[in-house]
């Protein structure tokens, strides 16, 4: 029996980059979380320790930093293709770089200051190699709920279902969604067109959706970008079910006609599916789900 080394990858984890954009009196604001990893040739620093092939790490913060004063800093996805194409480019050793970006959105108050969006994170994952490029958006933490017109009832029941059947109960859940880009966009990509028309199939999706089950409408939202955005191949979203109990209240004498609910913590249903087009071009790197 011989022992290999297997696929390998190194890099540095979350960069925190803030850009301001001091142009005239109105500032611009970027805040990113900014992750680099490289892949390639690197066999010798595994077993021997040689780092002859090594770019450092510490030289990929630096680099972050570095193209975010000489290029600016504009959508993650374009600033992630920038410096995952830079790491190939210029390291003959490494034949993949993947870049990934949390963007923290923040809402203008005045003309230089700013309060931080809580209500979702925005988020990009850019693989480059020597033989193609592959650019996945999305998003996190998106929270939503609607307090009727969801039911869940039919289902398989046996010794341990104590479950009783639904036909008015809060939908919610906080979404995970990545989308893959069809290709890199090209030189005119508007990459903030993009995401917010996603981000608005997403919500308006869940919200007109009558659902009988987290799963019809896991499809309905992933249906709804993909028909919005021709410019996205295939979706993938991860929705866990935020449960709401209703509260017993006949203790002290009162009714809860579907009015006082207990928020669940855990645990939680956990519904994971990917939705996409017939003719969608196959992924070049593996993504997330």
């Known amino acids: 029996m011989a022992i290999v080394l297997g696929p390998n990858r ?11 954009h001091r142009d005239g ?15 390639g040739d690197l066999t010798a620093t595994h077993l021997t320790g040689d780092n002859s092939g090594v ?12 193209f975010a004063r000489k290029h600016g800093v504009g959508e993650p996805e374009a600033f992630a293709l920038l410096l995952a194409r830079h790491f190939v480019a210029t390291q003959p050793q490494v ?11 923040w809402d203008r108050l005045g003309p230089h200051s700013f ?5 979702h994170t925005r988020t990009t994952v850019v693989t480059v190699t020597e033989e193609a490029t592959q650019v ?19 289902f398989v029941q046996d010794e341990f279902t104590t479950l009783p059947p639904a036909t008015d109960r809060i939908l919610a859940t906080a979404v995970d969604a990545r ?5 890199d966009g090209g030189d005119s990509a508007d990459w903030a067109k993009s995401f917010e028309g996603a981000l ?10 009558y659902s009988y089950s987290l799963q019809q409408t896991l499809y309905a939202m992933g249906s709804r970008l993909l028909e919005a955005r021709p410019e996205v191949a295939e979706v993938r979203l991860a929705l866990p079910n935020r449960h709401h109990y209703l509260a017993d209240l006949s203790p002290f004498g009162l009714d809860n006609p579907n009015e006082v609910f207990i928020a669940g913590d855990r645990p939680y249903g956990l519904i994971e599916g990917s939705v996409t087009r017939d003719d969608a071009p196959p992924a070049t790197a593996g993504w997330w789900l």
């Open 95 to 105: 034949h993949g770089a993947k870049v990934s970006i949390e963007s923290f959105a």
């Open 136 to 154: 996945v958006s999305g998003v996190t933490g998106l929270v939503l709920l609607n307090s009727t017109d969801s039911e869940f009832h039919g």
């Open 10 to 20: 190194y890099g540095k984890a979350e960069t925190r980059l803030v850009r301001v």
């Open 200 to 209: 608005e199939a997403l919500v308006g999706a869940f919200v007109g959706t």
């Open 55 to 66: 770019l450092p790490t510490d030289t990929m913060k630096n680099t972050v930093y570095a």
């Open 25 to 39: 009196e109105t500032h611009g604001l970027v805040d990113f979380n900014v992750s680099a990893a490289l892949s």
């Open 179 to 183: 989308w893959r880009h069809r290709d």
């Open 115 to 119: 309060r931080r969006r809580g209500d």
